[in-house]
């Protein structure tokens, strides 16, 4: 890992570090309208508050394309409490757009004018390709990976796909159909059947199958879903058959045979699924299988930035090319005052032991663990701005509650893990169980963390030493620490701190050797 890269200082967050911005992101969906409300400081966005409601624009939407007036009456009212909300925002930091629904409606300038009238701020209807374009960037500015991607997003009235590099989309289509107007078409009044569910799901690859050859020569390293339904397909796979809510093409197979089970929506009793979605769900269901078949897509994540998170993220032109980790923890070492000479030392350390640790159970992710433990070298004193008793307490409960783009769910979780056992007792059993890393993994990372802090307690005083040689042994349980000859000797504060960590490990079934 080139750690030159990993700590590069972004120039231009730099110089705006300490302006502080409050910002406002709206999504008027074809199902439910969202709002963010954030703050830039320090060179990150600092989500405060969201707000969502189910409209269901879409359901509105007649033959001809008109939208009636109960639909507008629901938009308009969900708007008028965003803007009680939104009461002393300059224009300039409020983003509101419009999709698939208010595309499609020829009435839209009347849906407009009745909005104006309760909410004070310009909406701008986008097309089905800037809506696409704009996900993408709320999925890139979200998720760690870099590199190329395909991206997929069922909406209630409209499906995006896109495939991109790092940051830039290279081919955004939006095309029309959604979990609500297609829950309207072939479910009426919620009832299912395999023709109905059969006849969705054809119309979906109809729509397509153009798209199938152009996509797949293009290629991809990962695909992401994002948005309401495939959310909720995810919480179902989580719920029902992994933990880490993988979705694939047999897990779908497995839920759509278990969907065609009842006659109604109402009868849909499935763990993870809320029964608010389950409306859309058996619909949307149609369509990510189509989707899944049409692009031989292998195994798709859900991510939590969409359409809103790029529509907030394009608010702030100094977002648009960074790496998404280091701007989230650039952004808490500024927030949080951390000593970041400290959090470099600890760094250097957990760097040198974890490249002679070669004893990963799941080797696939080894990388990715180590990534995770530098981080957590970095922000392992987030939480000393509290105090420094219980640091690794406070240290945890930061780093949990907060939103860090760039840090999927498991990652989060394994970080939170490693800071908040980085001192003082702890045992094997106690830490978060995990559907991805091992319990051996984590406990080796845990105990490479703790090994970092430990040989750098003296702090500026650390005597630094690049002279430490690490071997584990077959059971994994006897560590061995080797040192340049006279090492320990003086440096009696470290010599102490091993020998306090030895004695802890012995309690738990665990050995450290040091010479």
């Known amino acids: 890992m080139n750690n030159e890269i990993l700590m590069e200082k972004m120039t231009v967050l730099t110089s705006h570090r300490h302006d502080v911005r409050e910002i406002a992101a709206i999504d008027l969906g074809s199902n439910s309208f969202h709002m963010i409300v954030a703050r830039i400081v320090n060179g990150s966005i600092q989500i405060l508050s969201r707000l969502k409601q189910k409209v269901q624009l879409a359901e509105g939407l007649d033959e001809n394309n008109v939208l009636n007036q109960a639909a507008i009456d629901r938009g308009v009212n969900c708007l008028a409490l965003f803007a009680e909300r939104l009461q002393g925002f300059d224009p300039e930091n409020v983003n509101v757009v419009g999709t698939y629904t208010l595309r499609r409606a020829v009435n839209n300038e009347e849906f407009l004018r009745q909005a104006k009238a309760v909410f004070p701020y310009p909406i701008n209807i986008i097309t089905g390709k800037t809506e696409a374009k704009t996900i993408y960037a709320g999925v890139s500015h979200t998720q760690p990976e870099m590199g190329r991607k395909l991206v997929v997003d069922i909406g209630g009235g409209s499906t995006e796909m896109i495939v ?69 397909v995810y919480q179902v796979i989580m719920a029902n058959i992994d933990p880490n809510g993988i979705i694939t093409k047999e897990r779908i197979d497995q839920l759509i045979e278990q969907t065609l089970q009842v ?3 109402e009868d849909l009793k499935l763990p993870g699924l809320i029964e608010e979605r389950a409306d859309v769900f058996v619909p949307g269901l149609a369509i990510l299988s189509a989707v899944f078949e049409t692009f031989s897509i292998k195994q798709m994540r859900y991510s939590d930035g969409a359409l809103r998170e790029g529509v907030m993220y394009s608010l702030e032109k100094n977002f648009q090319v960074t790496n998404i980790r280091q701007r989230t923890a650039f952004g ?43 981080w957590a070298a970095r922000l392992h004193e987030v939480g000393i701005v509290i105090n420094h008793k219980g640091v690794q307490k406070h240290s945890a409960y930061i780093l949990q509650n907060m939103e860090l783009p760039g840090f999927d769910k498991e990652q989060q979780r394994l970080l939170v893990t490693l800071v908040r056992y980085q001192i003082n007792l702890f045992k094997p059993s106690e830490l978060s169980k995990s559907g991805r890393y091992t319990d051996k993994d984590i406990l080796a990372v845990v105990r490479l963390l703790r090994l970092a802090i430990m040989l750098n307690k003296p702090r500026q005083a650390t005597d630094k030493t690049e002279q430490i040689y690490l071997e584990i042994d077959r059971t994994l349980n006897q560590w061995k620490l080797k040192f340049a000859e006279g090492y320990l000797k003086h440096t009696p504060l470290i010599h102490n701190e091993l020998k306090a960590e030895k004695r802890l490990l012995n309690d738990i079934g665990l050995e450290l050797i040091f010479q």
């Open 164 to 232: 991109g590099e790092n940051f830039t989309p290279l081919l955004a289509e939006s095309r029309h159909m959604g979990c609500v107007s297609f829950a309207k078409r072939f479910f009426p009044n919620g009832v299912i059947s395999a023709e109905s569910f059969n006849q969705a799901r054809q119309t979906a690859l109809t729509k397509i199958e153009d798209l199938a050859f152009e996509y797949r020569n293009l290629g991809w390293d990962v695909a992401f879903g994002s948005s309401g339904t495939i959310k909720t």
């Open 332 to 374: 808490l070492t500024e927030q949080f005052n951390i000593d970041q000479a400290q959090a470099e030392r600890v760094y250097q350390t957990a760097y040198l032991l974890s490249t002679q640790y070669q004893a990963w159970q799941k080797n696939d992710l080894s990388e990715e663990m180590r990534e995770i433990l530098l």
């Open 263 to 265: 006659p109604h929506f």
